[in-house]
């Protein structure tokens, strides 16, 4: 399946904007790193499990499509895409999210609804959008994450 290019587009913007972020200095292979690459399951938090990004729950209900996520890191930072799915409900959803993110110190800055849903969240040196489409036998959530300028 080809990727659209409008999404091709914004993918390349982030690893450029992420390029110019880190300067000359190289990706990071940490342990941490090292224990995301090699497979080792997400970290179950209160509402749901983190993937990727530490202060990001997604309910255990949905399932990481890997084919359509990408995650970049640079230094200690990571930005890029995570896509899950699964057969929930669009508002049990929303809903989920609202809560999740404002535990894990987020705010929510605007949203909007039908025939998408869409939350705008940000926190001091990053942003989140959570897009989230209800289909006819699933739903689907994408969590984009990207580093703002008024980072630590």
Do not use: H
Not at 35 to 63: M, N
Request: proline share 5%; aromatic share 10%.
């Amino acid at each position: 399946m080809k990727t659209p290019m409008p999404r091709l587009a914004a993918i390349l913007a982030l690893v450029l904007l992420l390029g110019l972020l880190a300067g000359c200095s190289l990706f990071k292979n940490d342990s941490d790193s090292a224990a995301t690459a090699s497979g080792d399951r997400p970290r179950q938090g209160a509402l749901g499990r983190y993937y990727d990004f530490d202060d990001i729950q997604v309910p255990v209900q949905l399932k990481l499509n890997k084919e359509q996520s990408t995650i970049f890191r640079v230094g200690a930072f990571k930005a890029g895409v995570l896509v899950f799915s699964d057969n929930v409900e669009l508002e049990s959803l929303i809903n989920f999210f609202i809560e999740s993110m404002a535990k894990d110190n987020w705010t929510l800055k605007g949203s909007f609804k039908y025939p998408k849903a869409a939350l705008f969240f940000a926190k001091p040196g990053k942003t989140c959008v959570i897009q989230i489409t209800e289909g006819w036998m699933k739903t689907t959530a994408e969590l984009w994450v990207a580093p703002t300028s008024d980072g630590p």
